[in-house]
């Protein structure tokens, strides 16, 4: 099995995860990416989002998103730290966040927002939830010899 390791050009391990598969990494970069964009996004096109609360701000969105990133971060000490299982359930949830995107339709439809919004909303929801099942898929697989008879 392939093992989470980024190296700079100089070859020294910047961050070596062996307890993460490197395309569970892979997975947590495209969300990381995903989110990136939809909140900045949110926090730059604020006045387009219909039905946005009036107490949002640009800085509180990034706030939000600096709050949901430091759940993944912290996901990637555990995984450091050799504490998988926590690790794998902390990214699961900071996938699951991905999904809170799609509450922009419960104060307006997706044919109010712009094409930006809409595909900002879905890229982070798709990725998010990817990571989320393939965490939880983890998660099984790694308790499964325990719950064996």
Do not use: Q
């Amino acid at each position: 099995m392939l093992t989470g390791k980024v190296r700079d050009v100089h070859g020294s391990k910047l961050l070596h995860l062996p307890f993460l598969p490197a395309p569970l990494l892979a997975l947590t970069a495209v969300y990381f990416v995903a989110s990136l964009a939809h909140f900045v996004h949110n926090a730059e096109y604020i006045a387009l989002y219909p039905g946005i609360s009036g107490w949002l701000s640009r800085e509180t969105i990034y706030l939000a998103w600096a709050a949901v990133t430091s759940l993944g971060l912290g996901a990637l000490l555990l995984a450091r730290s050799a504490l998988r299982t926590a690790a794998l359930v902390c990214l699961g949830a900071y996938g699951a966040f991905g999904l809170d995107g799609l509450a922009h339709y419960t104060l307006a439809l997706c044919s109010e927002h712009t094409l930006a919004a809409n595909l900002t909303i879905a890229f982070e929801a798709v990725t998010g939830l990817i990571l989320l099942l393939a965490c939880a898929v983890l998660c099984v697989r790694r308790m499964r010899p325990r719950l064996a008879p």
